[in-house]
C-alpha cells in the first residue's frame, strides 16, 4: 500500500525521481528520498509519498514519528541531509519561489511576528507575498471574521491564546490563496465552533480544487474529513492510501496494528491520592 514512487535506497542515500509519466496527473505534493539526522537521531528516512491533487491528505503517526520534520522539510522550512519535494512538479529547495507561491503552511511551533497585532500580521503575510493591498485587505478582514478574531484584530499576537494563535497562523497561511494547504495539527487547542468554521473553510478550498495535507493524532478527524492517508511510524512512511484502503474501516484500530502500539492495562500503583 506503500506508494512505490522510486526504487529503494540504502538509508541516507537518495534514489533516482522517477520522470511524471506523459498523461499522469502532476500530484500536489511528491516527496522523494527525504533523510534528515538530527546527531545519532534518524528523525526521517527515505520519505518517498504522493500526494494527488484536489485530495485532502492526513499525516498520522505517534509521537516523535517524523511528521513536523517530514512536513518542514517538504514545504522549504528545514533543509533535508538528502532529497527534496515537488510541489505541482516544481522542485522545492531548486526553486522555492515559485514552489512556496504555491503553498500554503502552518508550521507546528513556528514563531510568528508577535510583536504585531493578528490583522497587521495577516495583512504583512499578504503583502510580503507582493498582493494588492486592497485586496489583502479585503481578505485579512474575511479570513478574522469567519475565524472568530474579528473582536481581536488590535490584540498584539503575543497576547493570544494558544488557539488564537493557531487561527491566526491559518490566516496567514490562507490569505494568498495557494493551492496546496500544508497545516501541522491544525485542530489542535481550537475551540468546536472555530474548528468547524475551519473545517468549513478546508472543505471548500478542496471542493474547489485545493490540496490540504494536514497532520493530527486525531483518528476520528482524519477518518471524518479526509481522502486519503499516509501513517509514519520512527521517520519511515508505514502506509498510504485512501481511507479505506489504509484504515479498512476503522483507522484507529489499524494505526495501533500498523505501529505497533502495545495494550496498556494496569496503572501506577504509585500514583494514588495522598489523605494527609
Ligand atoms: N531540532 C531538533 N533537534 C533534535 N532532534 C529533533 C529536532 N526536531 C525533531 N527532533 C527529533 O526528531 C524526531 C521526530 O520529531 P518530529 O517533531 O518530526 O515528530 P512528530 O511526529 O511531529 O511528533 P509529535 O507528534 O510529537 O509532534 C523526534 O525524535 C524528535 O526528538
Redesign the pocket.
Known amino acids: 500500500m506503500v506508494d512505490a514512487v522510486t526504487p529503494p535506497a540504502a538509508p541516507g542515500q537518495p534514489s533516482q525521481p522517477v520522470p511524471a509519466q506523459p498523461g499522469q496527473p502532476v500530484p500536489a505534493l511528491r516527496t522523494w528520498g527525504l533523510f534528515k539526522r ?2 545519532p ?1 534518524v ?1 526521517v528516512q527515505q520519505f518517498e509519498l504522493v500526494i494527488p491533487a484536489g485530495s485532502y491528505f492526513g499525516i498520522v ?10 512536513l518542514s522539510m517538504a514545504t522549504g522550512l528545514l533543509t533535508p541531509d538528502t532529497g527534496t519535494a515537488f510541489v505541482h512538479g516544481v522542485d522545492v529547495w531548486k526553486d522555492p519561489h515559485a514552489a512556496k507561491r504555491q503553498l500554503g503552511v502552518l508550521p ?1 511551533g513556528f514563531r510568528l511576528f508577535d510583536r504585531l497585532t493578528g490583522a497587521e500580521l495577516v495583512t504583512y503575510a499578504g503583502l510580503l507575498r507582493g498582493m494588492d493591498p486592497a485586496v489583502v485587505k479585503q481578505r485579512t478582514d474575511d479570513l478574522l471574521q469567519v475565524l472568530g478574531l474579528a473582536e481581536e484584530a488590535g490584540k498584539l499576537v503575543a497576547d493570544y491564546s494558544a488557539g488564537m494563535t493557531k487561527k491566526i497562523g491559518l490566516a496567514t497561511a490562507m490569505v494568498h490563496a495557494p493551492s496546496v494547504l500544508v497545516l501541522d495539527e491544525p485542530f489542535e487547542s481550537v475551540d468546536p465552533v472555530s474548528a468547524s468554521h475551519i473545517r468549513g473553510l478546508l472543505s471548500d478550498f478542496v471542493a474547489n480544487g485545493g490540496t490540504v495535507v494536514l ?1 493530527s ?1 486525531v483518528m476520528e478527524l482524519v477518518e471524518r474529513l479526509c481522502t486519503h492517508v499516509a501513517v ?1 511510524n520512527a ?1 519511515a512512511l508505514v502506509a498510504s492510501g485512501t481511507i479505506a484502503e489504509v484504515g479498512g474501516g476503522n483507522l484507529e484500530h489499524r494505526f495501533a496494528e500498523l505501529v505497533g502500539a502495545t495494550e496498556v492495562t494496569g496503572g501506577l500503583p504509585w500514583l494514588r491520592p495522598s489523605h494527609d
Not at 61 to 70: E, L, R, S, V, Y
Open positions: 538530527f546527531g537521531k528523525a503517526g505517534p509521537n516523535g514519528a517524523g511528521k513536523t520534520t517530514t507546528d497532520s493524532h509514519m521517520g
